[in-house]
């Protein structure tokens, strides 16, 4: 990956290359348009990310080269990503970058991309690779699900291993899950990976509940309402799939007062601007950090060097076409870098 210190000498390079996509400015600047396709606006992790995507387009523009992003959200319904997908390569966009609603079923987005030649750029949900191997004009920029199940799983084990979190002193955790999204590959594989993290290290476990809240604040607040109400104060554990869920939980136990000595240690995953305020009032235990800038960058160092026809050989690729960032632990040792970078 570049450095954005280098995006202004990149882009002379790519100018003297440009090629016939686009259209040109009165001025005679050649002008690229993007379009964006994510699935829920709901989804702070990409709200984020798009917000830090469309900052690093702007750092592209030179006076012979402006660049654009068109975005569009579908509220979680494929029928109203595949319109939008339409309409965004109706609008002549050069470049679409997609956040599926539904990773196991691209098709039609694939097939329109196919028909108008236009390169996709798949994110933050992967598709299958028998539909990444379709088209040589396909990509994906993303992150290691694995490995943030294994982060938060390392995080556990430290604070079981340093605090008193077994309570009832039965030499047993007693957990609980909250995933993000039923199917959703980067859901089951964190709740897989974290789990065999801790078992792998030592930790006994038992499992009280495991509940899907669909990566939402609100939604994680109700389930964990649920059960605490089973449960009561047996939890010492709650691992969420990402950090929005996290905070829904605690939301539970602040709405029923319950007192510090009795609450489970949270743990999330994104370290979003909520997770990481989380970690820093000491509220949340760790969060695995999902680095946004790093995957805005790629994503708009990949949209410009495709619609420019320069500075592919400057990304790193894995397989050709994929782009994976690490994620990073966050306690609050740590966490003000973190904040910094918000």
């Known amino acids: 990956m570049i450095k954005k210190a280098g995006i202004i000498l990149l882009c002379g390079v790519m100018f003297a290359g440009l090629c016939s996509c686009g259209k040109k400015t009165a001025d005679g600047a050649q002008k690229f348009q993007v379009g964006v396709a994510y699935y829920n606006q709901t989804d702070t992790f990409l709200r984020e990310l798009i917000d830090c ?3 690093d387009l702007e750092e592209y523009k030179t006076k012979n ?3 654009s992003a068109m975005v569009r959200e579908a509220g979680g319904s494929e029928k109203t990503q595949n319109e939008q997908v339409e309409e965004l390569i109706d609008a002549g966009c050069d ?3 997609v956040n599926l609603v539904d990773r196991s079923d691209p098709s039609e987005i694939i097939d329109m991309a196919m028909e108008n030649d236009v390169p996709l750029i798949f994110f933050n949900r992967e598709p299958v690779r028998e539909d990444m191997m379709q088209w040589e004009k396909m990509y994906y920029v993303g992150a290691n699900a694995r490995q943030s199940g294994q982060l938060q799983g390392e ?11 077994d309570r009832n002193g039965d030499g047993k955790i007693q ?7 039923a199917d959703h590959q980067d859901a089951i594989i964190r709740t897989e990976s974290v789990v065999n993290t801790l078992k792998e290290k030592g930790i006994e476990l038992e499992k009280l509940s495991y509940q899907i809240a669909n990566w939402n604040r609100a939604q994680a607040q109700n389930r964990m309402k649920q059960m605490i109400g089973q449960f009561h104060d047996s939890i010492e554990l709650v691992l969420s799939n990402n950090d929005d869920m996290a905070a829904g939980a605690i939301d539970a136990y602040d709405e029923l007062n319950y007192t510090e000595e009795n609450r489970p240690v949270f743990f999330g995953v994104d370290g979003t601007a909520v997770g990481l305020q989380g970690v820093k009032d000491r509220e949340i235990a760790g969060t695995i950090y999902n680095d946004k800038e790093g995957q805005a960058e790629a994503m708009a160092q990949l949209s410009v060097a495709l619609c420019t026809g320069e500075g592919m050989d400057a990304i790193s690729f894995e397989d050709e076409r994929y782009v994976f960032l690490p994620y990073l632990k966050v306690t609050y040792d740590n966490v003000d ?3 910094d970078r918000q």
């Open 65 to 67: 080269l402006e660049i």
């Open 337 to 339: 870098e973190f904040l």
């Open 95 to 97: 470049v679409l970058c």
């Open 155 to 165: 995080l556990a084990v430290e604070v079981i291993r340093s605090q008193d979190v």
């Open 53 to 55: 995507f469309r900052g």
């Open 175 to 181: 957990y609980v899950i909250l995933e993000g999204e």
